[in-house]
């Protein structure tokens, strides 16, 4: 058993106050950077995730924070980097731990569907634009936007795209998101779930799963933060006090559950931009010697 105490209690700044407005700051970076609609989907999306993880702390007892969102106007395309909540106290089992770890990219999950049918509708069918064009940032699409668009918006005329709108954008981030929360790396959502699963031998996978996201960097620069970071959320996962609990077999259909949300939302190559682009793009930021300039 680890001894732990409660904290003092904080002052309601630190319990309510600097939450909220963190979260009426990203709220207006994100309205600043892609309208209303952007901000009410792209939030939504997000504030289940994090209240997803929010609840089952408070369902099993674990203390934590309320969700802390990040304005991130000049950073992000969207307006924001995301949320997170801290928690602040020992997890008591690997039942809590696999809920608590699951029920936030769930939850997000969950929102994005009817973010993602409002975003297709939403969607204009556009003249493809050349593949050198600098007028359009171009995505990479996950399977289930793929099989989405090809559900309600079938077969679009030759030579044509689609142009995503506030609410396809929302929907895409949400997505994206929740892939990258699942990754079962480290102090990830998904590694959370798969210590429940697995308990030590879960760190094999953590470790392989955080090379792998270093791979991702050769097929686009848009991975280089991404890859250090699993690198670092890749170490051991702390036990909780009670490892010995059972999980009980129906979080193991739960886990296959997320893994195959994992699969239909993520993308290889989130932004579709090459390394020559990248190198051409910060060049002007480098020193001449660098670029032979």
């Not at 995301?82 to 089992?93: D, E, K, V, Y």
């Not at 699963?197 to 955080?210: D, E, P, V, Y």
């Amino acid at each position: 058993m680890w001894p732990w105490a409660p904290p003092p209690r904080p002052s309601l700044w630190k319990e309510y106050g600097r939450h909220a407005l963190l979260f009426v700051l990203t709220a207006l970076s994100i309205y600043l950077m892609g309208g209303p609609f952007l901000a009410l989907g792209l939030l939504s999306i997000l504030l289940a995730h994090e209240m997803g993880h929010y609840v089952a702390c408070r369902l099993y007892g674990v203390d934590a924070t309320l969700p802390f969102f990040i304005p991130a106007p000049m950073l992000s395309f969207v307006g924001t980097l995301g949320a997170f909540i801290r928690i602040r106290s020992p997890i008591p089992n690997r039942r809590a731990l696999f809920d608590i770890g699951v029920a936030g990219p769930l939850a997000g999950f969950l929102v994005c569907l009817p973010v993602l049918v409002l975003g297709t509708l939403e969607a204009r069918l556009i003249p493809a634009p050349p593949a050198d064009s600098r007028d359009y940032i171009s995505f990479g699409n996950p399977l289930l936007i793929q099989w989405v668009f090809d559900w309600l918006r079938p077969d679009p005329t030759q030579g044509h795209t689609f142009l995503l709108g506030p609410l396809g954008l929302a929907a895409w981030f949400g997505l994206f998101v929740t892939a990258l929360n699942l990754m079962p790396i480290g102090q990830l959502d998904g590694g959370h779930a798969m210590y429940a699963l697995l308990r030590r031998r879960a760190w094999r996978i953590s470790r392989i799963g955080s090379w792998l996201c270093v791979g991702l960097v050769f097929l686009s620069p848009t991975w280089i933060l991404w890859a250090i970071l699993v690198r670092v959320l890749g170490r051991r996962h702390p036990p909780t006090l009670d490892d010995a609990a059972p999980l009980g077999r129906e979080r193991v259909w739960v886990g296959v559950l997320s893994l195959a949300v994992f699969v239909v939302c993520f993308v290889p190559t989130p932004i579709v931009v090459t390394w020559a682009d990248f190198f051409e793009a910060v060049s002007p930021l480098l020193p001449r010697f660098l670029t032979g300039r």
